[in-house]
């Protein structure tokens, strides 16, 4: 929610411990700060604010399943995301700042970009945000605010995911809808097809997730292996 009488633009040390600990509790994985660049916008007009608190949370992973049950389960936990970031853009209001929620289950934003600029992690050539506490399965929300304050990441250590990303193509292969494709400009980027993405998705396809090294293997194993060194 927003509420543009609440123009608060600091945040003492204490106030935002208490979110983050509140944050934790609530079952947020990982949370990061970053200021809004441009390319994040997706075209959408109706952004409010440029400071982001970025939280993620774990998809879960059901079994290789794919059917309209399990499709239902993952836009369940996009539901039970959103009602936790509301949750916590409702504390901040109550605090006095102005707050717009970017909901996991929408498309207000790019959110793994976002994700990327919080320093949270990178983006993989799965177009999925691969951190190293969840890997490739991480759900995304973000909290808009008048805080300025902010103590927004200003570098990112997991840039050699790129370089990991761009000796890959295991996600892109093993795509059962053939939604992923190699941008010919960029070998360590890909495009998603998204008509054919959303077919998957709408199965409760997560095979981009689960064919991910660093899902199978996880990110202190992957970076451990040095497969990522460029010569």
Known sequence: MSDNSSNNKKIDDSLLKTL??????????????????????????????????????PI???????????????????IDFGNITNELSDYLTNEGFGTQVLHPAEDLADLSKLGQVAGLGYIGKNRLLITPELGPRSKISAILTTIENLPFSEENSHKWIKNYCRLCDICIEGCPENALVVKEDDLSKSNTINEKCMVGCNK????????????????????????????
């Open 20 to 57: 983050e600990e509140k944050s934790k509790k609530l079952g947020i994985v990982s949370i990061g700060y970053a200021k809004l660049p441009e390319d994040v916008f997706n075209g959408n007009s109706s952004l409010e604010y440029l400071n982001a608190i970025v939280l993620t949370i």
């Open 60 to 78: 879960e992973i059901y079994d290789n399943v794919i059917d309209n049950e399990k499709a239902q389960k993952l836009y369940d936990e996009y």
């Open 204 to 231: 409760g396809c997560t095979s981009c997730i689960e064919l991910c090294p660093f899902f199978k293997d996880g990110y202190d194993a992957v970076k451990e292996s040095g497969n990522y060194i460029i010569s």
